[in-house]
């Protein structure tokens, strides 16, 4: 795809190639990343940050990957602070705040909100969630994360074989991960859900259709046996009508440590989009993980910054100019990643 001056609203609009080509940016953003050196290549221009849902880690590491790029960022966030609670419309939103920005990352509870909300706007929109639909920058940061995961233990992406477990009814996490997934040759799914919050047919048919082996269960510790990667999702509370109903199926799938180590296999690598329900009728990955190494969570939330820093750089056509813009940071510094 020509990533310049183009939204990023689905998965659905890469191939493969363009996949590489984030990938190849986002490494070379990790000097940035490490407070190694400071660009300004992205100096005077302005990202509106629009969040309509809870978020920490997307909506902060996109400001953070605008930010680290030069850049300024501008923020709303929830509906009550802005005049959409005074009945405006996504179009005139759009058309008023793209007159204020360079480039847009929204999130909204709507499924395709965010792709309407582009059409009117005047500048890139970068979709950061939309209701149950697609979640594409984590998915692309999933992504990133499994293949430095899995190179680093000598295996490789096209025989990758993964289980995603809990709610993946509503996750759009792993509904965008399916799509992307898609992409690559020979990959395993493990799709482990309670049969009320499985897997829309239409994500198991895309994989199915790229010649994927899909298999689906409501057993968490005989899924987890013979896989690369377990990817834990929370029960999105968020998308039933009650709290009660949700409850019915929090702490279903829970991992810790003894189960991690009576069936998982050493070099299996735990991730999750983060947040984790901690509380304790959730708890769909344990504390008592945080010592493992193959706990992957913080790698993965680290890698967003390097993933969304790309994106910007792509889509506002900076890549080359990057490093020009460069100098070495003034301040002390021992960063590393986790
Ligand atoms: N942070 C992710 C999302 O916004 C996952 C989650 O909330 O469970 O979809």
Same mark, same amino acid.
Request: with cysteine; glycine share 6%.
């Given at each position: 795809?020509?990533?310049?001056?183009?939204?990023?609203?689905?998965?659905?609009?890469?191939?493969?190639?363009?996949?590489?080509?984030? #990938?190849?940016?986002?490494?070379?953003? &990790?000097?940035?990343?490490?407070?190694?050196? /400071?660009?300004?290549? %992205? $100096?005077?221009?302005?990202?509106?940050?629009?969040?309509?849902?809870? *978020?920490?880690?997307?909506?902060?590491? #996109?400001?953070?990957?605008?930010?680290?790029?030069?850049? $300024?960022?501008?923020?709303?966030?929830?509906?009550?602070?802005?005049?959409?609670?005074?009945?405006?419309?996504?179009?005139?939103?759009?058309?008023?705040?793209?007159?204020?920005?360079?480039?847009?990352?929204?999130?909204?509870? $709507?499924?395709?909100?965010?792709?309407?909300?582009?059409?009117?706007?005047?500048?890139?929109?970068?979709?950061?969630?939309?209701?149950?639909?697609?979640?594409?920058?984590?998915?692309?940061?999933?992504?990133?994360?499994?293949?430095?995961?899995?190179?680093?233990?000598?295996?490789?992406?096209?025989?990758?074989?993964?289980?995603?477990?809990?709610?993946?009814?509503?996750?759009?996490?792993?509904?965008?991960?399916?799509?992307?997934?898609?992409?690559?040759?020979?990959?395993? /799914? !493990? %799709?482990?859900?309670?049969?009320?919050?499985?897997?829309?047919?239409?994500?198991?048919?895309?994989?199915?259709?790229?010649?994927?082996?899909?298999? !689906?269960?409501?057993?968490?510790?005989?899924?987890?046996?013979?896989?690369?990667?377990?990817?834990?999702?929370?029960?999105?509370? &968020?998308?039933?009508?009650?709290? &009660?109903?949700?409850?019915?199926?929090?702490?279903?799938?829970? %991992?810790?440590?003894?189960?991690?180590?009576? #069936?998982?296999?050493?070099?299996?690598?735990?991730?999750?989009?983060?947040?984790?329900? *901690?509380?304790?009728?959730?708890? $769909?990955?344990?504390? =008592?993980?945080?010592?493992?190494?193959?706990?992957?969570?913080?790698?993965?939330?680290?890698?967003?910054?390097?993933?969304?820093?790309? %994106?910007?750089?792509? /889509?506002?056509? !900076?890549? =080359?100019? !990057?490093?020009?813009?460069?100098?070495?940071?003034?301040?002390?510094?021992?960063?590393? #990643?986790?």
């Amino acid at each position: 795809m020509i990533f310049a001056g183009s939204h990023i609203l689905s998965v659905e609009q890469f191939v493969r190639a363009d996949i590489e080509r984030i #990938f190849q940016v986002a490494d070379s953003m &990790e000097p940035y990343a490490l407070r190694q050196r /400071v660009t300004r290549v %992205l $100096e005077g221009a302005i990202l509106g940050n629009m969040f309509f849902e809870p *978020s920490t880690r997307t909506r902060v590491s #996109f400001g953070c990957a605008f930010n680290l790029l030069g850049g $300024e960022v501008r923020e709303t966030t929830g509906f009550k602070s802005t005049a959409i609670a005074k009945g405006e419309s996504l179009y005139d939103t759009a058309r008023v705040l793209s007159g204020y920005s360079d480039v847009i990352c929204m999130r909204h509870p $709507e499924s395709g909100s965010v792709a309407e909300f582009a059409s009117a706007s005047r500048v890139p929109v970068v979709n950061g969630g939309d209701g149950a639909n697609e979640h594409p920058s984590q998915a692309l940061l999933d992504l990133y994360t499994i293949q430095k995961e899995v190179k680093e233990k000598g295996g490789s992406m096209d025989h990758l074989r993964i289980a995603m477990i809990g709610d993946l009814k509503h996750g759009r996490t792993v509904h965008s991960l399916c799509k992307l997934l898609a992409l690559f040759s020979n990959v395993e /799914v !493990v %799709l482990v859900s309670p049969t009320e919050l499985a897997m829309p047919e239409k994500y198991i048919e895309s994989l199915r259709a790229a010649g994927h082996k899909v298999s !689906v269960s409501n057993e968490l510790t005989q899924s987890i046996t013979q896989v690369d990667i377990v990817y834990s999702t929370r029960i999105q509370e &968020e998308r039933f009508a009650s709290k &009660e109903e949700a409850d019915l199926y929090r702490g279903r799938f829970r %991992l810790n440590q003894a189960i991690y180590t009576e #069936f998982c296999q050493p070099n299996t690598v735990i991730m999750h989009p983060l947040p984790r329900d *901690s509380r304790a009728e959730a708890n $769909e990955l344990d504390n =008592d993980l945080n010592q493992n190494p193959n706990l992957a969570i913080f790698r993965q939330a680290d890698n967003g910054v390097l993933v969304r820093m790309a %994106l910007f750089a792509l /889509v506002l056509d !900076v890549v =080359d100019q !990057v490093d020009a813009c460069s100098r070495p940071v003034n301040w002390c510094h021992n960063r590393t #990643f986790v």
